[in-house]
């Protein structure tokens, strides 16, 4: 049996406290005991990202990634072009923000076959990895459930986004593994120890699935409010020699609704009873 | 590239056209030049299964299945005997129906790991199948779309339900393919042709995935009104050695709500479109 996790590789994402302004999760993060923070994107509207760093790490959090960027398979050759732009931009924002890693929701085209997506998440992944690389920035594959194939992305399982990592060939090309994405997985202890092999397992985000699950985007739970072994998971995980934070990560129409004091101290709670 | 499809191949579900009761269902498909009408069990409900059979087929219409059984995963040992009584109870109602096949939805239950649910998955479909046999029956395993893989189906790609099916080792037992499980799984076509290989490719169900998709259950589309390509699908089936009906199964909220006369009349366009 895999111990509970202590508080020292707890992290929260911004948008799993999506009604605070970056500067108060800051604050209530530190206060709580958080000890990583991964940041979105929307969060850093309207901020210089450089301040907003040293802001976050004012406060003694380590700034575990970037969310996100990705969305590269469009059936519009224009919105594809667009997509490199808009990477490259989100590879400056995490490198001026000291985020060492940018997450890549790989994005899929309800309009072409599944295949033609996975050429076009290769080819962006290859176009803007040398400019991560130039930023000592490592890019995560995350893989997405399969509910997400439609529009989200065309990576839907650990093993593909372990095989394009190893296809494209770079240190700094690895996969975050989402719980909530991949759970269902009848592979995942035998992919997350080859991912881990490869060291290809770079981020690892939690979270949990609620039955029933009411809308397929904003009604995920906290860690034990489903039924996602998340801690065995994360043995798993651990086993395959992955070391870095445990982020929790949570869409959730019900959470943001409540408290969020409260509900910040409901994550530490539920993060030590089952992560 | 796969010619469409004739009508001579054309099944429909009766949840398809949920508000009928059967005996217009089998009335209106016969009108409509549908072929085959699989038959779902409550649909049979205060009926005599035998006198339904003989009905269907005085309108000329092929009985291609009973659905559903299943359900095997349980925590509490009492509900997986009585989902025992229930599924030989199916397996008497399909054979007196003159049904050859009862479809499977395996279950799973959200208290419990899912590869317990597995385990009783197995024994479950091990302990019912030499009643189906003695029918003359065939069990068709049908995976389910991995965001059922809390409460519905712990077989959730067609890789483990061919597994599963030739692990267990009878001729009676097979696979149901139905697209809007199976459409995201990057091992389709190879997966299709493995099952067909070993002579597992039992039925082949049709809908289409929307985007956007408002709800886990209730929410399909007619094949050509999303994402998944059909007919290649079928073609890949067709490949695999697969030469029965193309079922039309679609549950959703906005199609029953409509006169089922003109659904009725979308299903044979579309079908002829898209499938």
Same mark, same amino acid.
């Given at each position: 049996m895999t111990p509970p996790a202590d508080l020292s590789r707890l992290c929260v994402h911004t948008i799993t406290t999506k009604p605070w302004p970056l500067e108060q999760a800051a604050r209530e993060y530190a206060r709580a005991g958080v000890r990583g923070i991964t940041v979105w994107r929307e969060a850093l509207e309207g901020r210089d990202p450089e301040r907003a760093g040293e802001l976050l790490r004012s406060h003694?959090?380590?700034?575990? $990634?970037?969310?996100r960027g990705g969305?590269?398979?469009?059936?519009?050759e224009a919105a594809r072009r667009q997509a490199l732009v808009d990477n490259r931009a989100a590879i400056e924002q995490a490198a001026a923000l000291g985020a060492p890693m940018l997450v890549l929701v790989c994005g899929a085209a309800p309009g072409q076959p599944l295949e033609r997506s996975r050429e076009q998440i290769r080819a962006g992944i290859e176009a803007i990895l040398p400019y991560a690389e130039e930023h000592g920035l490592r890019l995560a594959i995350e893989p997405l459930h399969p509910?997400?194939?439609?529009?989200? $992305?065309?990576?839907?399982t650990l093993a593909q986004a372990t095989d394009l990592a190893l296809a494209i060939g770079s240190e700094a090309l690895g996969v975050a593994v989402d719980v909530y994405h991949v759970?269902?997985?009848?592979m995942l202890e035998s992919e997350i120890a080859r991912c881990g092999s490869a060291a290809k397992l770079f981020a690892f985000h939690v979270c949990d699935w609620k039955t029933?699950?009411?809308?397929?985007?904003?009604d995920r739970g906290l860690?034990?409010?489903?039924?996602?072994e998340v801690r065995r998971i994360r043995g798993w995980m651990e086993r395959a020699g992955f070391s870095g934070y445990n982020e929790v990560e949570i869409f959730s129409e019900t959470h943001w609704a409540s408290e969020q004091e409260h509900f910040l101290n409901q994550i530490v709670q539920s993060y030590r009873a089952h992560v």
């Open positions: 003694g959090l380590s700034i575990v $990634s970037l969310c969305f590269f398979a469009h059936v519009d509910m997400y194939s439609d529009s989200r $992305s065309a990576i839907n759970w269902w997985d009848p029933p699950t009411n809308d397929l985007l904003l860690p034990g409010e489903g039924c996602i």
